[in-house]
T-cell receptor, first 114, second 111 residues
Framework: GAGVSQSPSNKVTEKGKDVELRCDPISGHTALYWYRQRLGQGLEFLIYFQGNSAPDKSGLPSDRFSAERTGESVSTLTIQRTQQEDSAVYLC????????????FGSGTRLTVV | SQQGEEDPQALSIQEGENATMNCSYKTSINNLQWYRQNSGRGLVHLILIRSNEREKHSGRLRVTLDTSKKSSSLLITASRAADTASYFCATDEGYGQNFVFGPGTRLSVLP
């Protein structure tokens, strides 16, 4: 597609429920990234996929968080047993060559845990 | 680990004035990027500067990089109300690695 697409754009969920966030990167972009941004704060790195290499999961805050990517296409970020502190905007970005030409970001999913 | 850190945290100027934001980082980098974010959603890539470059221009934007001081600056000349946004620097920690973002500078351009 023309840009990075994320869905849903907004999600309200009850504490304890699981949620799944989706990211469709730009076709041909080998690298895909997930970031979390709490209100008024900077971006917190979560996970990075590069081609068929093992993902860099070093930013995942707990084992409730996991992500998958099918080949060089769609990625899903799953948060199990959501907590109120998980409330944030989750941003996905894709790029060529590990970001050396810049990242293209999606519009994000705003997650609210009530 | 947080790499880049922007300064100031917030900046308010009048339309037509220049805005300067700074970014400091801790370890050696290969590349540094600047991004703009409107309304807390997706970020837009502005400019990338490589470690062997000292200055780059793009329209009203000028980015400098001083690797000896581990710092970069973003200058927006002749600012407009539409430049109101948060600006982030991002640095890489190695070739092919993810970029780490700083907390950002919130710029307000008053008409």
């Amino acid at each position: 597609g023309a840009g990075v697409s994320q869905s849903p754009s907004n999600k309200v969920t009850e504490k304890g429920k699981d949620v799944e966030l989706r990211c469709d990167p730009i076709s041909g972009h080998t690298a895909l990234y997930w970031y979390r941004q709490r209100l008024g704060q900077g971006l917190e790195f979560l996970i990075y996929f590069q081609g068929n290499s093992a993902p860099d999961k070093s930013g995942l805050p707990s084992d409730r968080f996991s992500a998958e990517r099918t080949g060089e296409s769609v990625s899903t970020l799953t948060i199990q047993r959501t907590q109120q502190e998980d409330s944030a905007v989750y941003l996905c970005a894709s790029s060529l060559l590990g970001g050396l030409y810049g990242y293209t970001f999606g519009s994000g999913t705003r997650l609210t845990v009530v | 680990s947080q790499q880049g850190e922007e300064d100031p945290q917030a900046l308010s100027i009048q339309e037509g004035e220049n805005a300067t934001m700074n970014c400091s980082y801790k370890t050696s980098i290969n590349n540094l990027q600047w991004y703009r974010q409107n309304s807390g959603r997706g970020l837009v890539h502005l400019i990338l500067i490589r470690s062997n470059e000292r200055e780059k221009h793009s329209g009203r934007l000028r980015v400098t990089l001083d690797t000896s001081k581990k710092s970069s600056s973003l200058l927006i000349t002749a600012s407009r109300a539409a430049d109101t946004a948060s600006y982030f620097c991002a640095t890489d920690e190695g070739y092919g690695q993810n970029f780490v973002f700083g907390p950002g500078t919130r710029l307000s351009v008053l008409p």
